[in-house]
């Protein structure tokens, strides 16, 4: 029995939460506005080699996203692209969009056997998540497969924007930079050959990367989609905004370098006045891993198997093993909930599945030895349990193995430590001013815990380059350990600031977490 999903609400007001567990359920997500073409012939993997961004010679069985640019890094067209047979292709791509990859197909094939077919009539939807039944595709991020059918789902939009799904005329816009769309990260293969647009993509990605770039704001009052500010300074543009409360909405916003930073929180101004908003790094639903949908789904089913609801428990537990095939604990729970009902063959079944997955499994052994005991099967109940015993105490075994590997690892960091000491100490004797050999001793020092005589090193550093941002996060840290935390918080600001300026964007995110959670203490 399939649980009833969450309700999605209207688009004016909704609940966040119950949005992204929606996206975990098998429901089919309208793509009205996108389109699935065949590109076929025995010339189409070399034609597309020469001019899409990801190496298509390696394509895998769920495809990748790929881009289409002009000279100069623009994007021309975009969508995913999967392997369909030896010489056979499906790419899906926004509708609006065939069009551009037809004049690509007319402007450069000559001589090659390559065409494309495609039927505008046929209506598909997407589905979150993996599935035994149908072919998986990566989806920009996302892992789910595509359906023909015509969905009536008019959240599309919403849940495409908040996990940064590309959506042409929101996220997207012809014509512009690649390096300013997430694409940037789904699409492009910067190790490939050369392809069309690389040289300036390449040059933009290798120094400070794009100026402005998709975020997330968080945002406490009124606030519209447009031209945002702040510091009179023109800060980047929200494309998509969604209200969860009276006086709270999320946005998907264009946001440039210098408000960037993870977590902080600026005064923002439009035409019809001003908002607070923290920034976060897009895309909002950051739960992609699997295994984390698998462990969600896990957690919701043991809260209905402890209110008595075990069918619909049952249901969340396959589909978190759909996410998860390898999650021992679901296996073990659907084989406890069919053993309370009397259904110790489907238990039975469900452990061997266990056993499969963790042949290490003590609990898979004990529990099919219950059920083969409620069978009558005697000989073979005790069979098992005498194999719980066993793996119960190569489990110990295993325990102790690994706590040797771990000393061990302690001593090879040691032992690197001094050596890269020495290597750094080496380098000082020679240039006392050197950067790179101040940062790294006081880096080991830190680990070290010698403060004192890490922070007198990282001083050092920095008198030698004062925008380091390594080493204003590190004296930020010492400070810390010192307890200095108002000159911490001092250190941190500053660095926030120097490090975002400069594009630095991981050091400056690092800055950012721990000022606000000294700001926090302090408060």
């Known amino acids: 029995m399939q649980p009833t999903p969450v309700a999605v609400v209207s688009r004016s007001l909704f609940n966040l939460e119950d949005l992204s567990k929606y996206r975990y359920w098998a429901q089919p997500v309208s793509l009205s506005s996108w389109a699935v073409v065949t590109i076929d012939g025995g010339d189409a993997l070399s034609w597309m080699e020469r001019q899409l961004t990801q190496k298509i010679t390696e394509l895998p069985s769920s495809g990748r996203a790929i881009a289409r640019l002009d000279r100069v890094a623009r994007i021309k067209y975009y969508g995913v692209l999967w392997p369909a047979g030896t010489t056979s292709f499906k790419l899906l791509l926004p ?8 004049e690509d197909l007319e402007k450069f094939v000559i001589m090659e056997d390559i065409k494309i077919n495609y039927d505008l009539n046929q209506k598909w939807s997407f589905v979150f998540g993996p599935s035994q039944k149908a072919h998986l595709i990566n989806f920009f991020g996302e892992q789910g497969h595509l359906i023909e059918l015509e969905s009536s789902e008019k959240n599309a939009d919403i849940i495409f924007s908040l996990c940064s799904i590309p959506q042409l005329g929101k996220e997207i816009t012809l014509n512009e930079l690649v390096n300013e769309t997430k694409l940037n990260e789904y699409a492009v293969d910067y190790s490939k050959g050369c392809f069309l647009g690389q040289e300036t993509a390449a040059k933009i990605e290798t120094r400070r990367g794009a100026n402005l770039y998709p975020s997330v704001l968080k945002i406490v009052g009124e606030a519209k989609s447009g031209k945002i500010f702040c510091d009179d300074k023109a800060a980047g543009e929200i494309v998509d905004i969604f209200a969860i409360s009276d006086n709270e909405s999320i946005a998907m916003v264009k946001l440039k370098r210098e408000w960037r930073v993870e977590n902080s929180s600026h005064n923002f101004k439009q035409d019809h006045g001003e908002f607070n ?60 909930i069919y053993a309370r009902q009397n259904k110790h063959e489907a238990a039975i079944e469900w452990m061997d599945k266990l056993l499969k997955v963790n042949s290490k499994s003590v609990m898979a052994h004990t529990n099919k030895s219950l059920a083969l005991m409620k069978l009558g099967r005697i000989e073979e109940a005790e069979e098992e349990k005498s194999l719980a015993t066993v793996k119960s105490f190569s489990a110990f075994g295993d325990e102790a193995k690994v706590k040797k590997q771990i000393e061990e690892e302690k001593k090879k960091k040691g032992q690197d430590l001094v050596r890269r000491e020495s290597m750094f100490q080496q380098v000082l004797d020679i240039d006392e001013h050197d950067l790179i050999a101040l940062f790294g001793l006081a880096d080991i020092y830190f680990h070290r815990e010698s403060f004192e005589k890490s922070l007198s090193l990282v001083n050092r550093a920095l008198e030698a380059s004062p925008k380091h ?34 594009g630095e964007l991981m050091p400056a995110n690092e800055m950012q977490s721990r000022l606000n959670q000294l700001l926090n203490l302090k408060s």
């Open 95 to 102: 509708s609006q969009l065939i069009s551009n990859l037809e």
């Open 277 to 336: 908003a923290v920034v976060s790094s897009a895309p909002y639903f950051k739960d992609g891993s699997n295994e984390e949908k698998s462990l969600s789904l896990y957690h919701q089913a043991v809260k209905f198997f402890e209110s008595a609801k075990e069918e619909i428990a049952l249901t969340y537990l396959e589909r978190a093993i759909e996410f998860d095939p390898a999650f021992a604990d679901a296996y073990e729970v659907i084989g406890v």
């Open 469 to 502: 941002s390594q080493s204003i996060l590190l004296k930020g840290k010492l400070l810390e350990a010192l307890n200095r935390a108002q000159e911490a918080i001092d250190i941190y600001q500053t660095g926030v600031k120097t490090a975002s300026a400069q």
